[in-house]
């Protein structure tokens, strides 16, 4: 049902966009406003350039949303013959409820198909990759390789550390780049993803490794990103360690006690004793 809804969400975001614009230049009556470029008119009217411009844009963002369809397969015809006849009222071959309904199963089982394909796709590269040269596997399923190695400290998973980093998928796809960014990254090493947890603890400052993390060190059976890391992705990482900041527990504050003062008791001499005693006599 998302991908309906993102398909179809081309055509509302328009009319919004459209009309948050005439708004704003309604509201803003002090602001002299040049009048707006008429375009060369290549039909009989107004109404007629506008509704075929209007057509263009759903197009083209529709086309966008073409491209989020599972398998990658669609017949252009028939949507626009299907879109026709529904805008125009006319009779369809499926009733609205029964399009929507078929709709829905397509998409599902188009996605279920996708994850079995690039589940078992990941899980071969990972079969491969353990026997290349250099890389060594871990029991978790984790597995790196050394790329620079220099003498240094080893963080633990409760320090801090800075980093910087390329993340890839296998078929080459950039999805993360600090270097790019212009700016390394730093976090608590106990806040991120199992397979870098796992992983940078085994480096030491200055040295560079390349990671190769299976989706349950990872992401998961879900993705991340939006879209930008899959289902079931193999995450490949060429990461150096720049800095470890050590953990350093809080030490506690001992709140201080107010001194109670000892109230000074009086010591009776023989004298206050000997009046007392007459007192009570009388």
Do not use: C
Not at 108 to 119: D, G, L
Not at 140 to 163: F, H, N, R
Request: hydrophobic share 40%; proline share 5%.
């Amino acid at each position: 049902m998302k991908k309906t809804i993102l398909i179809f969400a081309a055509v509302s975001m328009t009319l919004v966009s459209v009309g948050a614009q005439t708004k704003s230049k309604s509201k803003d009556k002090k602001v002299d406003v040049p009048a707006p470029v008429v375009p060369i008119k290549i039909l009989t009217n107004d109404v007629d350039s506008m509704s075929y411009s209007f057509g263009i844009n759903i197009g083209a963002d529709l086309s966008k949303s073409l491209k989020a369809i599972p398998g990658g397969k669609i017949n252009i015809d028939l949507l626009v013959k299907g879109f026709s006849a529904s805008i125009k009222g006319d009779s369809t071959l499926l009733k609205p409820e029964l399009a929507t309904e078929f709709f829905r199963t397509y998409i599902t089982n188009a996605q279920n198909k996708e994850v079995v394909i690039a589940k078992a796709k990941n899980e071969k590269y990972l079969t491969d990759n353990k026997t290349q040269a250099g890389v060594i596997s871990t029991a978790s399923g984790l597995q790196y390789k050394i790329m620079s190695e220099k003498a240094g400290v080893k963080p633990v998973a409760t320090d801090t550390v800075t980093v910087n980093y390329i993340g890839t998928l296998i078929d080459g796809t950039k999805f993360d780049n600090s270097i790019e960014r212009g700016e390394p990254a730093t976090f608590p090493l106990n806040q991120v993803i199992p397979g870098w947890t796992e992983g940078v603890q085994l480096m030491t400052v200055g040295s560079r490794y390349k990671f190769f993390i299976p989706y349950s060190l990872g992401y998961g059976e879900k993705g991340a990103g939006n879209g930008a890391i899959p289902a079931y992705a193999t995450l490949i990482f060429e990461v150096e360690l720049l800095n470890v900041k050590h953990f350093k527990e809080p030490v506690p504050v001992i709140e201080a006690k107010p001194v109670v003062k000892a109230k000074t008791i009086k010591k009776a001499t023989p004298a206050t004793t000997a009046k007392k005693k007459a007192v009570t006599k009388k």
